[in-house]
């Protein structure tokens, strides 16, 4: 056995220390023939102790060295050799070296030297466990889905390699094989395949008998029983996770990397185990473990992740005691941890919110409003362009509920216009994205037409690598065509020229302000013909920021003291049954819609009528709000609240309905760039599409779809009609740039798991479904009205509430300034009702082309009509909405 072995097996530092003093002495002493087998095994015993020590110099001679090898290395055989050797020495030295692009690096020549090493060679499950291991690694860098997918198979291949070298050599490919399955878990929710990283980590650990290995293995299923704990319920999986980390510490040696990774293991499952039981002593005993690593030397990543864990167990005994002197020692383990460069994004903008919490307690609101900007400022960093679409849509929702803390926060620090920027930075991230694409280059042109030509170029580039990048719409998950890094590469590459470029037209004289977030002096003037009331909630506080052109204060803040998120949450849980119950089994039906009333009546009490008294809307609906509600809210009808079977002989009613014009708008920067957008297609007589499903593939029949095309085609001037098998998703998308007014009269199907799926379903929707995705990706600049006359059209993903991923989002800002969309399941008879008095009051009864610019109007009046003939079937008037100027 090998002291590099020996070190593995018994986990003794100093037999790694003699390996490598021994190596240094042979190597200096060694023949050109002796020489590269001495030198492979004294990068490996370097590797192992730079990574058990976090020694950054041990790292970069391990990297140096095997550089050497690699380089010098002659014939297939030993080239293969140093390419390995040089990718293990990237791979586990790029963390210390502080060097990301090293990472790379080593998947390359990972990938080398596996593609050069064939199935039955002694060392193919090694090199096989190696790539993968590598690209578990990339995956916690990058994020990339199809990099873990890839990781997953590579290790699945390496298990099957190992196997036939008998028990022993499973054990690294085990190891390696659990992570990529529980990260792959962490990113698609995939229980089956967090079920086979439990099963294989339980029988791996069990047979395991090298030390360090066994450490990793016990680690790896702790992590993963407290996973399966979360997604199971399983309140035993807890002990058994606290049990098992124990286990991890006792068996790793003192002052390893692993000892400190074990450790941390056993935080998290003792942080779970106080959540279940309360019990003090546990508290008591994260915080002596965390006080423990914090003291000791570790890897910076290990530091960073037990101070998470230590904070927050302060904060928690804080909670317990009221000791501030505990509150003061929690907030410095945040900031510690926050200000940490080796911690991954997402961790830093969860630490940065979590001081801004702590500094909150401390009742220091300012400090707390820097936190939280600081957060803010990393988001971007969440949704790079060297992603793919997918993979930003999971890093919008790392940050689900910072846009109402936020809020909440600069608010209670006397900032209502920082909360209203920060408002928008927060919300619309993968939505702002499109707009910076297809943004007005009209002065950039003007000014330096050749950094127009690159923007648009470079912008073209990109979303070709996006194409490549994403499955097809509507096939089933796959690997890409080309390896998910060169995928990747390509896009971090286009990432970087992105960034270069912008940089280098903010230096362009009058550009300095280009593709900024805007400030709250620009946002106003999108409140000059009425305001723009962004409604927000969190522990902190909920309220209103009304958004005005007044130049002096141009944000008012209405406090919504009885709102709260868990509040808004559970009113959101109420109308979704309620509105399956009013369309549901006959018996229910009166129940169902009497609950959506008391949803509309507590909106109106809670959130709309403190709103309206203070614009002062007490009389006729003549003034124009545009609703821009955070979170959860945006579930929540807030044009419809208030008490409408409670009619009052005299004075307004308490609705928002009979006192207001409701429009909705994603963010205000989006309502900007609507407005912004070149001047209407031109008005010819064939103006209008109708795009109508009365028999759908696989669907149930819709027979209000013919009924409203017969309304439409008296009402307009000859419309141009899709029906059918007419409706496919490429004559769709073909037809709509060329119309001014769009009219869909189909089934819409939301997918609440994966909102960007949600669709039309037009005639081969089955294999080209008209997604969300789809829809986004169309130019449709210039055109003026869509009415979706579909199912759920304007619901989300909970997780992703504030990217307003949904068809009616998704169709007005691929350039339909004003959309008509839906909140929930409508009633086919009523559906075609509200169409016929909307466009009756849109065409002054078929009198004239339709005028777009009433569409807000022209749907109030309409909902109200259908309200005042059926007052006691809500669900069936108030899932309308309008989103538009």
């Not at 692993?258 to 003090?280: C, I, K, P, Q």
């Not at 005299?650 to 760039?673: I, K, M, Q």
């Amino acid at each position: 056995m090998s002291l590099v072995q020996l070190f593995d097996h018994t986990g003794d530092l100093a037999a790694i220390s003699e390996a490598i003093s021994l190596g240094r002495t042979a190597l200096a002493h060694a023949d050109r023939a002796q020489y590269p087998g001495i030198a492979h095994n004294l990068v490996q015993a370097l590797v192992s102790s730079a990574v058990e020590t976090a020694d950054a110099t041990t790292a970069a001679e391990a990297v140096a060295l095997a550089r050497q090898l690699a380089e010098a290395a002659e014939g297939d055989t030993k080239r293969a050799e140093g390419l390995y050797s040089l990718a293990m020495a990237l791979k586990s030295c790029s963390p210390l070296l502080g060097d990301p692009a090293s990472l790379s690096e080593a998947i390359r020549c990972a990938r080398e030297a596996v593609a050069a090493t064939p199935p039955d060679h002694r060392l193919s499950h090694v090199r096989s466990n190696g790539l993968a291991s590598a690209l578990v690694q990339l995956f916690e860098h990058s994020g990339e889905h199809a990099v873990i997918r890839e990781a997953m198979e590579v290790a699945r291949d390496a298990v099957a390699l190992a196997r036939a070298a008998g028990r022993a050599a499973t054990n690294a490919a085990s190891i390696t094989l659990t992570g990529a399955l529980i990260r792959l878990f962490e990113r698609t929710n995939d229980v089956s395949a967090l079920t086979e990283a439990v099963d294989i980590a339980r029988d791996a650990s069990a047979s395991c008998e090298g030390v360090l290995s066994r450490a990793v293995l016990l680690t790896n299923l702790a992590g993963g029983l407290l996973l399966l704990h979360r997604a199971t319920g399983n309140e035993a999986l807890v002990a058994e996770a606290v049990d098992v980390a124990r286990e991890a510490v006792a068996v790793s040696p003192p002052g390893t990397a692993s000892r400190h990774r074990a450790t941390n293991n056993l935080l998290a499952a003792l942080d779970r185990s106080f959540d279940e039981t309360g019990e003090v002593g546990t508290l008591l005993e994260v915080v002596r473990l965390g006080r423990e690593v914090a003291a000791t030397p570790a890897a910076e990543q290990d530091r960073v992740t037990a101070a998470e864990y230590l904070g927050t167990a302060l904060m928690a005994l804080f909670r317990h005691r009221g000791d501030t002197a505990i509150l003061t020692e929690a907030r410095d383990c945040f900031a510690r941890a926050a200000a940490s460069s080796a911690a991954p994004v997402a961790m830093r903008v969860r630490l940065f919110r979590r001081l801004a919490n702590a500094a909150m307690h401390a009742e220091a609101a300012g400090a707390a409003l820097d936190a939280v900007e600081a957060a803010v400022e990393l988001v971007p960093q969440l949704t790079p362009r060297a992603l793919a679409h997918t993979d930003r849509e999971h890093g919008v929702g790392i940050i689900a509920g910072l846009a109402s803390q936020a809020a909440a926060i600069a608010v209670a620090a006397g900032e209502p216009a920082r909360a209203v920027e920060l408002l928008e930075q927060t919300r619309g991230l993968l939505l702002g994205q499109v707009l910076d694409d297809r943004g007005d280059l009209t002065e950039l042109r003007r000014a330096r037409p050749d950094l127009a030509d690159e923007f648009e170029s470079l912008r073209d580039q990109i979303a070709a690598a996006d194409a490549d990048s994403d499955p097809p719409l509507g096939a089933p998950a796959r690997m890409p065509h080309r390896p998910p890094l060169e995928l990747g590469e390509r896009r971090r590459q286009l990432s970087e020229r992105w960034a270069a470029l912008v940089t280098r037209i903010r230096a362009t004289p009058g550009f300095d302000a280009f593709l900024r977030p805007p400030p709250v002096d620009r946002l106003r003037a999108q409140a000059a013909d009425g305001p723009i009331v962004m409604v927000h909630a969190d522990s902190w506080g909920a309220g209103a920021l009304i958004l005005t052109g007044d130049t002096g204060t141009p944000v008012r803040v209405v406090p919504l003291p009885d709102l709260t998120p868990r509040g808004a949450a559970r009113q959101v849980e109420r109308l979704r049954a309620a509105h399956a119950a009013a369309f549901g089994e006959r018996a229910g039906r009166a129940r169902g819609h009497r609950a959506v009333h008391d949803v509309l009546a507590w909106l109106w009490d809670v959130v709309c009528a403190p709103v309206l008294d203070s614009l002062g809307c007490t009389g006729e609906p003549r003034g124009r709000i545009r609703w821009c509600p955070a979170g959860v809210l945006a579930a929540l009808p807030l044009h419809a609240a208030g008490h409408h079977l409670d009619r009052p002989e005299t004075g307004a009613p308490r609705t928002v309905l009979d006192r207001a014009v409701s429009s909705y708008v994603v963010t205000v920067r989006a309502l900007e760039h609507l407005r912004g957008q070149r001047d209407p297609l031109p008005s010819p007589s064939g103006s209008a599409v109708v795009v109508a499903m009365p028999a759908t593939p696989r669907a149930p029949e819709l027979p209000g779809a013919k009924a409203e095309t017969a309304v439409l085609a008296r009402l307009l001037d000859s419309p141009t009609v899709l029906a059918g098998a007419q409706a496919t998703r490429e004559s769709v998308g073909a037809a709509l740039p060329h119309y001014r007014v769009a009219h869909f009269a189909c089934h819409g199907l939301h997918v609440p798991d994966a909102p960007a799926s949600s669709r039309l379903l037009l005639h081969d929707h089955a294999v080209a479904p008209f997604t969300v995705t789809a829809v986004a990706q169309l130019d449709l600049t210039g055109t003026e009205l869509a009415y979706l006359s579909a199912c759920s059209t304007t619901l989300g993903g909970d997780w992703l509430a504030d990217e307003a991923l949904h068809l009616t989002a998704a169709i007005h800002h691929a350039g339909y300034r004003h959309v008509i969309g839906t909140l929930w399941p409508i009633s086919d008879a009523h559906a075609t009702r509200i169409t016929e008095e909307f466009y009756t009051r849109l065409t002054g009864n078929g009198a004239h082309p339709p005028r777009p610019e009433l569409a807000a109007d022209a749907l109030a009046d309409a909902i109200r009509c259908l309200r005042d003939d059926h007052p006691a079937l809500p669900a069936v008037w108030a899932a309308h909405v309008h989103f538009g100027p």
